[in-house]
Structures are given as C-alpha cells and as structure tokens.
C-alpha cells in the first residue's frame, strides 16, 4: 500500500484530503510544515508528498526544493494543492520540481487522478 504524506497548515484541509486518500486504499501521513514533514521524510519515505504552498516555517517550495535537491528523495512525486492560482503560481511550482500542480477548491477526483498517475509514472522509473 503506498503511503503518502500529507502537507498542510490548515487541519481541516489535512483531514479532508487524508480521508479522501485513506478511502481510496492509500497509507496516509501528515505534517503541518515543511519542516515537520522533512523530519517524517527523515524517518521513513513516503511514495508521494501532497503539499500546500502558504504555510508557516518551510513552504511548500521550500520543501519542494529540498525533496529534489536529496538524493534519497529526488525520485518522490510532489503535488502541489494550494489556493494560489496564478499563472506564475503554477510556473514558479513547476520550476521548483513540482510533479503536478492541483489549485483549492479542487474537485476530488483530479487530485486522486494525479496521485494514482504520479504513482504509476514513479512505478515505471
């Protein structure tokens, strides 16, 4: 079952997207920051991190920056899910390493898409 880490300030966000994953029959880890989710990285490798961008500590192009930039980690997809909808929101995502980029309010079934695609992609490396 592959696990995936959750990253988000907002707890009512990290519940909403870990229940809709947990349904979906994945293994679900969550963190409040960029920091506290490089110390579950640390730990133990997830198989995909979902990330906001907006939060306290490391943001999530700051995490993003770091999962590429690791050895161990490079190969982790990275989704990035935030209300920041901006055409440069979305580049600056990109050119951070972002794997796919999914704008809030999102409709469940493109983040599960993304997540299931992401995971078959990273499968076949």
Not at 46 to 60: F, Q, S, W
Not at 61 to 80: A, D, G
Request: include cysteine; proline fraction near 6%; aromatic fraction near 6%.
């Amino acid at each position: 079952m592959p696990t995936i880490l959750i990253v988000d300030d907002s707890q009512t966000v990290r519940e909403m997207v870990s229940e809709q994953l947990r349904r979906a029959g994945f293994a679900v880890v969550e963190a409040v920051d960029g920091e506290e989710a490089i110390a579950k990285i640390q730990e133990s490798l997830p198989d995909l991190v979902v990330t906001d961008i907006v939060m306290p500590k490391k943001n999530g192009y700051e995490l993003c920056r770091w999962l590429k930039s690791e050895q161990q980690t490079r190969n982790i997809p990275v989704i990035m899910c935030t209300s920041k909808g901006e055409e440069f929101d979305l580049y600056w995502g990109m050119k951070q390493g972002a794997d796919a980029y999914i704008t809030k309010p999102y409709h469940p079934p493109d983040l599960l898409a993304a997540v299931k695609k992401l995971l078959k992609e990273a499968k076949g490396r």
